[in-house]
């Protein structure tokens, strides 16, 4: 038969306060504004000097930008409140918002495939000079962005994602000064279409991975990491009582925040709060999952001496 119901809706634990949450906006903010003003400059650089490798690199910092936002965007959202209409805030908006990004990363790439075939042909002439100054500047301007980010908190998965993507950006700089490097010395304008290339491919790499993490998580998939079947034999482990594990539900919220629910039947309807007790610090401790629906449901079995084990493992 079905026992009574009992959930878990615990609240997110934040162990990081909030002076430090502010510390992080503004290193993301100040990293934001340095790469967006200066991929103004690798535009018009780029179109100066003739450059195709410049345009690309400034796409490549643009997709940086959109995700230093996000992250911004991120936290301004994760403090909005929960309303009737929106039972988990809008906490998702940054999901959504990164998935339409990695769509539109793939127009660029195809707008950059289509230029460096048609460079390849026919070569122009391109400003070495100037490309070399301005991706010079470029690749400072991203380390700069990278030291700045560096010093938050490398546990906070936005942070580490803005992190990785400026990483990308002083790879994509170093590409284009060794194309201007070449052009200068050598006359070879085939190494301007070539670096394009492959700044397009590391535009691609960054789009892929970003659209089918934020789909995966929009289709409300379980976390890639997390082993449903392995967490559900550890859960009943920890809980001598619970005879079946079923219903079960696990998906993210965000790729940062997971969401749980599931039946557990007990032996014994005495039992049903204290192993509740110690699902929910299994979730917590083990998994990160402060925010859980678990409904008990009572078995048929004889009582067993199980349920004091239990309570002792909740003290």
């Not at 690749?139 to 990483?167: K, P």
Request: some cysteine; glycine content about 8%; charged content about 15%.
């Amino acid at each position: 038969m079905s026992g009574g119901h009992a959930h878990s809706h615990d609240g997110h634990d934040h162990a990081d306060g909030h002076d430090h949450g502010l510390t992080d906006a503004s290193r993301l903010r100040v990293a934001l504004l340095v790469i967006a003003g200066f991929m103004v400059v690798e535009v018009v650089g780029g179109l100066l000097s003739g450059s195709l490798a410049l345009i690309a690199d400034a796409g490549h910092m643009a997709t940086d930008a959109i995700a230093l936002a996000l992250a911004l965007g991120a936290k301004w959202l994760a403090q909005k409140p929960v309303t009737p209409s929106f039972p988990f805030g809008l906490k998702r908006a940054q999901v959504l918002a990164a998935f339409v990004n990695g769509l539109g990363l793939f127009v660029l790439i195809g707008f950059l495939l289509w230029e460096s075939v048609k460079r390849l042909a026919e070569p122009p002439e391109i400003g070495s000079t100037l490309m070399l100054v301005v991706a010079v500047l470029g690749l400072l301007a991203n380390i700069i962005a990278f030291f700045v980010l560096h010093g938050g908190d490398r546990h906070d998965v936005n942070m580490r994602g803005a992190i990785l993507h400026v990483i990308g950006d002083i790879l994509g700089s170093v590409a284009a000064i060794v194309s201007a490097v070449v052009i200068a010395t050598t006359g070879w304008l085939y190494a301007d279409p070539l670096v394009t290339l492959l700044v397009s491919a590391l535009i691609a790499r960054s789009a892929w991975q970003l659209t089918r993490e934020t789909a995966h998580v929009l289709l409300q998939g379980a976390p890639e990491t997390v082993d449903t079947t392995e967490m559900r034999a550890v859960l009943l482990d920890a809980a001598p009582d619970a005879t079946d594990i079923h219903d079960f539900r696990l998906w993210m919220l965000t790729p940062a925040e997971r969401e749980l629910s599931m039946h557990v039947t007990v032996r014994d309807p005495a039992c049903a709060n204290a192993t509740l007790m110690t699902l929910k610090k299994v979730l917590s401790e083990r998994y990160g999952i402060t925010h859980s629906t678990i409904q008990m449901d009572a078995g048929r079995g004889e009582v067993v001496p199980f349920c004091m084990d239990a309570e002792a493992q909740t003290a």
